[in-house]
């Protein structure tokens, strides 16, 4: 029963829209009905600015790095790191990230998951993070594309996770990331395929992207 609670807890604070909060309370705009409609830092880096994206990608790291954090430092304390807290903590990243992507607060729709998935990442390994960060920089900036970013980020992510903790709870959740993204990315992936994907839009401003 308490693993049931702490992953519908973690599972619900995933589903918080914060794209769609930041946007109706300090823009007074609805973020799904600009750009690509999407809730995530992307989209509101087009449609409400800098700082509006910022405050998106901060809150959206932060729902999935915090309760992952706080969770894996307690286990490290009181239970040495016990193996059964990488599994329940693989099963509450996945939640978080699933919470953002099918949040019930939007009819289960959502965003595609990066910025949560993110956080998660860094809380069950920080070294594995910021592989995932450098995969997201190297096919962004080489393409101009933040979708292909993400993916290249979350191919990376099981790699990275296995080699930096040996664990097969924590690697398998790198796995499910990998193919929930890709998942989530399938409308880019086709648009990518028909050269009709928007790039970022300060790399198009420097010639690249489309």
């Known amino acids: 029963m308490e693993i049931a609670v702490a992953i519908a807890a973690v599972f619900l604070i995933g589903s918080t829209p914060f794209g769609l909060v930041v946007s109706r309370i300090f823009y007074k705009t609805d973020i799904r009905k600009a750009g690509s409609g999407n809730i995530g830092a992307m989209n509101?880096?087009?449609s409400l600015g800098k700082r509006g994206a910022?405050?998106?990608l901060i809150l959206d790291v932060a729902k999935g790095l915090i309760p992952l954090a706080l969770f894996m430092g307690y286990c490290t304390i009181f239970l040495s790191a016990h193996s059964a807290c990488f599994a329940l903590g693989a099963l509450l990243?996945?939640?978080a990230v699933l919470g953002h992507c099918f949040s019930p607060w939007l009819k289960f729709k959502g965003g595609k998951g990066v910025a949560t998935s993110?956080?998660?990442l860094f809380a069950l390994s920080w070294p594995a993070g910021l592989v995932a960060i450098a995969g997201w920089l190297v096919g962004a900036l080489a393409t101009s594309y933040s979708s292909v970013g993400s993916i290249l980020a979350h191919l990376a992510a099981p790699l990275a996770l296995w080699y930096f903790t040996r664990?097969?709870?924590v690697t398998g959740y790198g796995i499910f990331?990998?193919?929930l993204?890709?998942?989530?990315?399938r409308e880019n992936l086709?648009?990518?395929r028909a050269g009709q994907e928007q790039g970022i839009g300060f790399l198009r401003r420097n010639g690249r992207g489309s």
């Open 44 to 46: 509101a880096l087009r």
């Open 54 to 56: 910022i405050a998106v």
């Open 93 to 95: 990243a996945a939640a």
């Open 118 to 120: 993110f956080g998660v």
């Open 167 to 169: 664990n097969p709870w």
């Open 177 to 179: 990331a990998a193919v």
């Open 181 to 185: 993204i890709l998942y989530t990315h």
């Open 190 to 192: 086709r648009r990518l």
